[in-house]
């Protein structure tokens, strides 16, 4: 295989250097899309809702965190029972 002359290599750099250049320029894009959202967001009166919300949120957290207390109990009493289960043909 012929090595690259010098100006194959200078036209592959270039290329690389444009689609870089276009990869660096739709991230751009999207960053200013996402300032543009932004600043709608942050012009709109405050929601009255944010308490409710957090009430929400808190609720769903500690929901969620009491079940994954109970989740390593769960997983044991499952393994008990399908081992169990291995001497009638289970698993």
């Known amino acids: 295989m012929p090595e690259p002359t010098e100006m194959e290599v200078m036209r592959n750099l270039q290329?690389?250097?444009?689609?870089?250049?276009?990869a660096l320029t739709d991230r751009i894009e999207a960053l200013s899309d996402t300032v543009k959202e932004l600043a709608d967001?942050?012009?709109?009166?405050?929601?009255?809702?944010?308490?409710?919300?957090?009430?929400?949120l808190t609720t769903v957290v500690?929901?969620?965190?009491?079940?994954?207390?109970?989740?390593?109990?769960?997983?044991l009493d499952e393994i008990d029972r399908r081992?169990?289960?291995?001497?009638?043909?289970?698993w």
Do not use: N
């Open 15 to 22: 290329h690389l250097q444009i689609d870089r250049l276009e």
């Open 41 to 56: 967001i942050m012009s709109q009166p405050p929601s009255t809702d944010l308490r409710d919300i957090l009430t929400d």
């Open 62 to 75: 500690r929901d969620v965190s009491e079940q994954m207390k109970t989740l390593p109990g769960a997983i």
């Open 83 to 90: 081992r169990a289960g291995t001497d009638k043909g289970g």
